[in-house]
Structure formats: structure tokens, C-alpha cells
């Protein structure tokens, strides 16, 4: 099951190149036209191949290939659970586990989001590699954005870190942060001598996170966050900055597995603009149990 958008050729279009109406009328990048224009059946009008220097004629239909005829990425698919919250033929929405990596890596080969995904499109006959749009932590839950080919992941991540594309976390910090509400200013770098850790740096790349309390519930504090950028960690660094680490946050604050066994951070809200159609989709995920459980007063 293949993805193609398909342009009818008005009179106002009629005269003008096929590259000129896939970039211009289409949105597609030189990258993504340059990928399709070798397939067989990646540009075709009324049905017959063509090049990009081909002017269609009024009322001929101009049809573009834009799913993967070949999977890349080299992930394996490996059959695990997904909680799909949308799905079309361009896009995934999906509320992740905590403790579930994204991508495949050191030690993470077969249970990730990643394998889960390509072996629940093999199984629904969908065409497609694995193109998510922005990663989460392995330890953080809530939505996750994936496309399904790689026009809708260009589109998107044109759409990060602007307000076509925002990102709202629920966290449980330890301590109450003072004042309620704020922004956190701060540059991030990684940390001499670690491989994961990031620091405050005054040489970092530019970080602002935004802050407020919720609910205070015993010595602990129950946080939405929003960011303006998107560093690694980033949620995780600032807050510990601010001196108030998130709940079981093993790296930048301390373990806690008696209350949680990971850092108490959820994706809970997600909106964007579709990358075909350009309609506005909203989304939410509840918080998950474990941290549903630190933000229940004894």
C-alpha cells in the first residue's frame, strides 16, 4: 500500500515544469524530488512516467510516489505493543511506554519503538520506514510524532520550535520551585568526560524552558513545562538547575526506585499542523500510573 498526492492540472497550471509544480504547488523539497524522480513510478502524468522537465497539458493529472519503495533504516521489524493514538496515510501519533527506547542502539536492538512500528506495517501492508519526527528519553511516556514517509517528516520538523508545533510535558519534581511559575534561560553542552550527560554551559547551544506548578502535593511538585527549544535532556538539565531535579531522574538527580523507576517525565499534549492537508490536530495522553501514583496524597 503505497502513498501518492496526485495535482490535476488546471488551465493556470497547464504550460509550467513538473518541478516547478512539485516544489511550489506540492511543498516538496529539492531532497525528497531528487529521491523520487529515479523511481519508476515516483513522477508520472495521466498514469505514463515523465522527468522533471516534462509540462503536463490542462486536464492531465500530474501523480507523485511519495512512500519508501525501500526500507533504509535497516531496523528489523520485531513484534511489541503500541498504543496508536492517530493514524493516517501520512502520519502516526503515539502515546509511548515509559522505559521503551525510540531508535535502535547499544543493547536495543529488537525493542524499540522503531521495531515495533516497521513490524505493525508489515503486518497492516503498509509501505513505509521508520521516520519519527522528535525523539523522547527511553524513561519518558506520552506522544510521539512519526511519519510515514519522508516528506511528511521534512514538513514537520520544519514545524519544530515554531508555533505550528508545540509540546507539552507534565513532570513531578522534587521540592516546589519558587516562584510558581517562570522560565528557565539557560545554555546546554554536553558534559566533559560522559557520553550522555548534559551540563549548563555558558558555551552550550541556546535552551529556554517554561515552567509552572500545578499541584504541590507533600515534598513534591507536579510541573507542566513547555519548551522553546529542543536540546537533549533539556527538561531533565533545567530543572536540576533550578535545584529541583526531577522525581527518580537517576542522571541528573538521584534513583529513587522505591516511588518510581524512572524520571517522572510525560509527553501530555502535542499539536501540529498536518503535513498534506494543513489542518490543525490536537492531542493529548492522560499521565501514566506510576506518576499518577506520586501526585496521590497520603
Known sequence: MSRRVELPVTAELAGVKVDTLLKKRLGLSGTVVRRIKWLEDGILVDGQRVNTRFVPREGQVLSV?????????????APGPLDIVYEDEDILILNKAP???????????????????????????????????????????????????????????????????????????????????????????????????????????????????????????????????????????????????????????????????RPALHSAELSLRHPITGAALSFRAPMPADMVRLCSDP
Not at 510516489?65 to 521489524?77: A, F, K, N, Y
Not at 514517509?149 to 520551585?177: I, M, S, W
Open 65 to 77: 510516489r511519495l512512500s519508501d519503495p525501500e526500507r533504509r533504516s535497516g531496523i528489523v521489524p
Open 99 to 261: 522505559g521503551v527506547p525510540v531508535h535502535p542502539g547499544p543493547g536495543h536492538f529488537s525493542d524499540t519503538v522503531g521495531n515495533f512500528l516497521l513490524d505493525y506495517y508489515d503486518f497492516k501492508g503498509v509501505e513505509a520506514d521508520f521516520h519519527p519526527v522528535h525523539r523522547l528519553d527511553r524513561g519518558t511516556s506520552g506522544l510521539l510524532a512519526v511519519a510515514k514517509h519522508p516528506h511528511a517528516q521534512e514538513v514537520l520538523k520544519n514545524q519544530l520550535h515554531t508555533p505550528d508545533f508545540r509540546r507539552v510535558y507534565l513532570a513531578v519534581c522534587e521540592g516546589v520551585p519558587a516562584p510558581a511559575a517562570g522560565w528557565v534561560d539557560a545554555p546546554l553542552g554536553p558534559r566533559p568526560g560522559s557520553l550522555v550527560e548534559q551540563m549548563v554551559r555558558p558555551d552550550g547551544k541556546e535552551a529556554r524552558t517554561h515552567y509552572e506548578v500545578l499541584e504541590i502535593h507533600g515534598p513534591r511538585a507536579l510541573l507542566r513545562l513547555e519548551l522553546d527549544t529542543g536540546r537533549t535532556h533539556q527538561i531533565r538539565v533545567h530543572m536540576a538547575h533550578l535545584g529541583h531535579p526531577l522525581t527518580g531522574d537517576f542522571l541528573y538527580g538521584r534513583e529513587q526506585p522505591e516511588v518510581i523507576s
